[in-house]
């Protein structure tokens, strides 16, 4: 529909209004979308203009929305955080990070975990860890956990202890998969037994680290029978290795039909080094298992259990390992092996 105006202010076909009867302003009219209106008398102000793109009224209509809800939000009253969900309490023992879930049972059903100091012998009750008073074996549990803490980890056989494609790796086992532990004293992937893993950074550098000098036990499964003098042999061997094994052993555990274990104890030794004593007596190592670390052993935990050493248990590790001793480093070589190699062949001789 097309409007045309005369003169007067009135549409063609009319009747013009007297002079009196007209507004102020010349008549307009409000352009809409669909349909126009007549603009009535005292309306003032820009005629709103019909959007010529689509994209454009998007645009503008995104505009109003977040505008509207920046407004309602600043009269919005704050919400509460919600709740914490209970859990049962082995599994409150697991997210504390104090002990496995295999391992929690047994310490709940032995009576030495209190709740809002009241002893609970069921595993399934539910606890809140952020309102309860959680207790294991006299050690107070918060949450979130500490972040230095020493756990002792019973290590499954052919489980790497770093990082492999398609392998699992003993980090799996630990809260917090690679959450900033240290072993203290690798194992092998194919042997098996007790671990120390800590976040402490003291315990970082294997040659400052005050567990390193624990007394260890190994149990090692040979393929044939040992004789005594080979025993003596290895004896020998260890006491010359290092200072620190002055008590150091090689005894007989017990004997098969065809094979038989062997019980090492020393408190310096690397696991190279024990392959290469065994290899020159002839003894070929069928299993490799650690046994003690000071007067842990591995029977305390099942395999892949862990749990987290407590204060008094970590000074008495500390304590039973010898301090009057200080540790000395052998004196550098003159060269490094590569330069002196370099030096004999390249050099010539005067």
Known sequence: MVYSFNAEGGAEGQRPRPQSQLPERPQRYFRHRRKFRRAEEGERGRTPGLWKRRKDFQARRKRWQRRRAVLARRTRPKRLPPEPNPMS??????????????VALRLIREGRVQVNDLTVLEPNVRVLVHKDRIVADGVELVFPPVQVYTVI???????AASKELGMPTVYDYLPKKRGGYFPCGRLTKAADGLVIFSTDPLYRNPERSPLSLLEKEYHIKVHRHVKKRELEALTEELRRMSQYNEEARAELLREN????????VARQLPLHFLHRLLKEQGLEILHLHRYRLGHLTS?????????RLRPEELQQLEQSIPAATER???????APAWQQLYQRIFQPKG
């Open 328 to 334: 000395t480093s052998s004196p550098p070589a003159k």
């Open 257 to 264: 039909s065809r094979t038989c274990w062997i019980r090492i």
């Open 153 to 159: 980890f019973h290590k499954p056989p052919h489980v």
């Open 89 to 102: 309490l082995a599994r409150a023992l697991t997210r504390l990070k104090y002990a496995s879930h295999s």
């Open 299 to 307: 029977e305390e935990l099942p395999v892949g259990g862990w749990r």
